[in-house]
């Protein structure tokens, strides 16, 4: 292969890739910028090629711009956060990897490779606006906010009711707590009624899901941000300083990355934050409840996890079973969200079918109690005047997936006609799809359920056309 060749298919691969890539001269004159930044900037090659890096951002300077702090330093920067305006007065934020090109110990340029996150960003600030309103002295009034005390767990299995007796215990203390417990088995519940049966129940309760954002940006919604840290930085307190005298519920700790784990460790045994970019340590009073859906051992033997972190936070330790190791107590969530619905729908639901009831008895329930619910919802709004719920009431998808659990009946004829491999399909089909609405559509969650890779799950939803 001859090097124009080469050098062909090369440009070619930069310009297709996903990720943003700039390559500048030793000079900072643009001599690469694919489409991908072109998007990501709102700006044209025209715009770009053969100009300097001032000319097309004049308010860059070596302390705001990645490219020109490598041309200068000749050192790598990973995982660089950088926020500005272009040339239309739009404001960028990026991460950024920068590596200088260097040959024969001289450096001749610079290649950026950028991740945007601009609409991450704007989410990040709008989620902090809303906490910052939430924490308002009107939120706290008796309208809109949902507040969860232990009246609101239901149960009579032991294990559940030994599990709400050492959350009660917990409620009288103010040691940071773990709640260990699958998917959709009421963690937040737990953490709320630990809260509002606390000394601290007056003060705010803020929850954030861990898993939810990136952690380039979970850090400053965390801790805050200052002004001046980075370009587009404003002064803006985090979780940490909105939760003073509260609680903070992390939920999914697990899937914290371990740089960030340290700086959250810090904070926790000095009880000081400091903001993302910002020198002064702000004293901080919050109590910590963290939930994993992974288990201790699991947590222990992970890589990913911090131990230190981990015996730092797991001073009192919940664990929640799962709904399949409860089926004493389906009957009784199955009645309080048909309650729940005969009220919001206006039905008058009296009771559920014995068969209805031996098929959720008997239901493996991986999405636990949020399914449960989301079954009597799916139900309720299929019931006309009848006042008993049968699974005629159920779509035959629902249908089909309670008669799975029984496992496969060998007399049921299976519809063969088109061959083994599309049947499997249609199946693998309809399990995916359940999961996937099961977890609100979060890929993260479905690919953990599923013991998948992202890359996986998400070639198979576009696959079968569910994303």
């Not at 040339?87 to 260097?102: A, C, D, F, K």
């Not at 009660?168 to 630990?194: D, H, N, P, R």
């Not at 979970?218 to 979780?239: Q, W």
């Not at 636990?368 to 299929?382: G, H, P, V, Y």
């Amino acid at each position: 292969m001859n090097e124009k060749l080469i050098l062909a298919s090369m440009q070619k691969i930069l310009h297709d890739i996903e990720e943003g890539i700039h390559i500048v001269d030793a000079e900072g004159v643009t001599r690469v910028y694919n489409k991908a930044m072109e998007k990501i900037e709102g700006l044209g090659r025209a715009q770009t090629i053969g100009k300097h890096l001032l000319d097309v951002f004049p308010n860059w300077t070596i302390e705001n711009s990645t490219l020109l702090t490598v041309l200068k330093t000749g050192k790598p920067l990973q995982l660089q956060k950088q926020s500005y305006m272009n040339l239309r007065g739009q404001e960028i934020s990026t991460v950024n990897t920068t590596y200088p090109i260097i040959l024969n110990e001289k450096i001749i340029g610079a290649v950026e490779i950028a991740s945007n996150t601009t609409k991450v960003e704007h989410m990040s600030s709008t989620i902090l606006e809303l906490q910052q309103k939430l924490l308002n002295p009107v939120a706290h009034s008796e309208e809109g906010l949902n507040s969860y005390t232990f009246e609101s767990l239901i149960g009579q299995d032991k294990t559940f009711l030994n599990a709400i007796k050492l959350a009660k215990t917990a409620a009288k203390s103010s040691s940071s707590v773990m709640i260990f417990g699958e998917t959709g088995t009421g963690k937040e519940l737990f953490a709320q009624s630990i809260h509002n049966e606390s000394s601290r129940s007056g003060q705010p309760f803020i929850a954030q899901n861990c898993a939810a954002l990136p952690d380039n940006l979970l850090e400053g919604i965390l801790f805050g941000t200052s002004k001046g840290g980075f370009t587009g930085a404003v002064d803006r307190p985090g979780l940490f300083e909105q939760a003073h005298g509260g609680t903070l519920f992390l939920d999914e700790i697990n899937s914290m990355d371990p740089s960030l784990q340290v700086k959250l460790l810090r904070v926790l045994q000095e009880s000081y934050v400091r903001r993302v970019g910002g020198l002064d340590d702000v004293p901080v009073d919050v109590r910590i409840i963290a939930a994993s859906n992974e288990f201790p051992k699991e947590l222990l033997n992970s890589n990913n996890f911090r131990n230190d972190l981990f015996y730092r936070i797991n001073v009192i330790t919940i664990q929640i079973p799962p709904l399949r190791s409860r089926p004493d107590d389906v009957k009784l969530l199955a009645n309080y969200f048909i309650d729940e619905f005969n009220e919001k729908l206006g039905k008058d639901v009296w009771m559920m079918s014995e068969d209805l009831l031996d098929h959720f008895e008997n239901y493996p329930w991986r999405g636990n109690i949020r399914e449960l619910r989301n079954f009597i919802e799916t139900a309720m709004n299929l019931v006309a005047d009848e006042h008993v719920l049968g699974k005629e009431h159920l779509p035959v998808y629902y249908d089909e997936l309670l008669d799975f659990s029984h496992g496969i009946d060998q007399t049921t004829k299976v519809d063969l006609s088109e061959g083994l491999n599309p049947y499997l399909e249609s199946l693998e089909r309809k399990l995916l799809e359940q999961e996937f609405l099961l977890q609100d559509k979060n890929i993260t969650k479905t690919a953990d359920i599923l013991k998948l890779s992202r890359q996986n799950l998400q070639y198979k939803l576009k696959k079968f056309d569910l994303l």
